[in-house]
């Protein structure tokens, strides 16, 4: 049974850019992009990278390992060798915290 969880607080992001958050078992991004709070699981569907050591633009997540391209805000790839879709989770702001419905 899903249900909306508490996740961090929008003060304890890191602005404009992919804060790592480990909740329960799962390790989480939480991305700060031109859009809005979005999160997806961390790792890169490529191989075994932290996508939040990477490069973001606000955007676009780079993968710190092949460089492949993500958009943070869909989870779709745009560059190889990303070829998977990041799994999104979904997420909503309330009272200043970043909640997700895991
Ligand atoms: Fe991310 Fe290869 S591990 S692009």
């Known amino acids: 049974q899903k ?3 508490d996740l961090i607080a929008l003060a304890d992001l890191e602005t404009g850019d992919a804060t790592p958050v480990t909740l329960g078992r799962r390790d989480l991004a939480v991305f700060d992009t031109v859009d ?13 990278a932290n996508l ?8 676009y997540i780079e993968c710190p390992l092949h460089q492949g391209l993500f958009d943070a805000r869909t989870g779709q ?10 799994r999104m989770i ?3 702001v309330v009272d200043s915290r970043v909640q997700v419905f895991l």
């Open 3 to 5: 249900t909306w969880q």
């Open 36 to 48: 809005g709070i979005f999160v997806s699981l961390a790792r890169c569907t490529h191989g075994a």
């Open 52 to 59: 939040c050591d990477g490069y973001f633009d606000g955007k």
């Open 77 to 86: 790839p745009r560059a190889a060798p990303a070829r998977i879709p990041l």
């Open 90 to 92: 979904k997420a909503r």
